[in-house]
């Protein structure tokens, strides 16, 4: 099997479809992920273990191979000539090779080409702060932050960070200066990184994932300390990320980062991708704007009240996941069905639908 070849047809048939992720696995067909579900390519043949390894061979350089031998997981980053970028992870199932290629679309959308509520750009105009985006994986976690990064380098010159294992969008600079910072290629790690930005006369740095105590200690501070700082976590709320942060902290140092947190925190945007009933999918979400009243309840160790707040903030720019599902079901966007899977309230959805 030509490999480069054989994959280009796959990556354009992902491309074309409209999917989001490739899955190449010994024993099975190659498969797409398109709107949520996997397709498999049935006119293509069951690969065996020698093509999913030949795959790899084929997209990763001789220092990725070794490197993959040792421990045997693989993040990396892959753009045929022309085509769009992938994210890709390479490991090991069952003694064969597999490998996910998440496609990274060459353009960068605006907020309202996301359809996300506008007021989300009010958050790439704060001068410091952290502003995290929240939800499980594959949500579009990585696009949303992508186009607040985007509408800062179109709108003022600032110097903008990026730390990202592996790097998935590229930016070009507009009016802003870019670096961006591949974890194993340009840096040690996110933490080692991102104490070096406070070096680097960095105005805006967008941490790729939250990964341990060090990290978010680190992030925190910089949001402290006069910068803006982006980041997502894989936690399903506003409430759940704030109680996550803190409880990765040991105990005695559990207050000390409430404190920081209350002080520091900008806003948490969580979101999720819905199938729509007329094809493709469609974004859900929920909006915590840090206030005097969030604030306080982060300090006291209060986050189960979270919830309310956002439920009664509206007038401030809030936003509920629940009601957010019950407009796009009475919009027609999606079924009761797939709204009643995403809530994380189903009460609270049964008397707003």
Request: hydrophobic fraction near 40%.
């Amino acid at each position: 099997m030509q490999y480069e070849t054989t994959l280009k047809k796959y990556l354009t048939a992902l491309t074309h479809e409209g999917g989001s992720d490739l899955h190449l696995s010994a024993e099975s067909r190659p498969t797409l992920r398109v709107d949520g579900s996997l397709v498999p390519m049935m006119n293509e043949p069951i690969l065996t273990g020698a093509d999913s390894e030949g795959f790899l061979k084929s997209i990763t350089t001789p220092s990725q191979q070794e490197q993959f031998k040792i421990k045997q997981e693989l993040d990396f980053s892959y753009q045929p000539p022309g085509g769009d970028r992938f994210r890709c992870n390479a490991f090991y199932q069952r003694g064969f090779v597999g490998i996910v290629m998440r496609r990274i679309p060459k353009d960068i959308r605006s907020i309202e080409e996301l359809e996300l509520p506008t007021i989300l750009e009010t958050f790439a105009h704060k001068s410091q702060g952290f502003f995290l985006v929240v939800g499980p994986v594959g949500q579009g976690k990585t696009t949303t932050l992508t186009a607040l990064l985007d509408l800062i380098n179109r709108e003022r010159a600032a110097h903008i960070l990026t730390i990202e294992d592996p790097i998935e969008y590229v930016h070009e600079p507009k009016q802003s200066l870019i670096d961006q910072r591949e974890v194993g290629i340009d840096t040690k790690d996110f933490a080692t990184a991102l104490r070096g930005a406070f070096r680097q006369d960095i105005d805006v740095v967008l941490v790729g994932e939250m990964r341990g105590p060090e990290t978010m200690a680190a992030a925190v501070t910089a949001a402290e300390t006069g910068h803006l700082v982006f980041s997502t976590l894989h936690t399903n709320n506003a409430a759940q990320t704030i109680d996550r942060i803190i409880d990765t902290f040991p105990a005695e140092q559990q207050d000390q980062i409430r404190l920081q947190l209350s002080a520091s925190l900008a806003g948490i945007f969580s979101q999720r991708l819905i199938p729509r009933i007329s094809g493709g999918m469609v974004a859900a979400y929920e909006l915590l704007i840090s206030n005097k009243a969030v604030q306080n309840l982060i300090r006291e160790g209060r986050t189960h009240e979270i919830n309310t707040v956002i439920e009664t903030g509206a007038e401030e720019g809030m936003i509920s996941m629940e009601r957010t599902l019950a407009e796009l079901v009475a919009q027609g966007e999606i079924t009761q069905q797939h709204a009643y899977e995403h809530s994380i309230n189903p009460k609270i959805l049964d008397r707003l639908i």
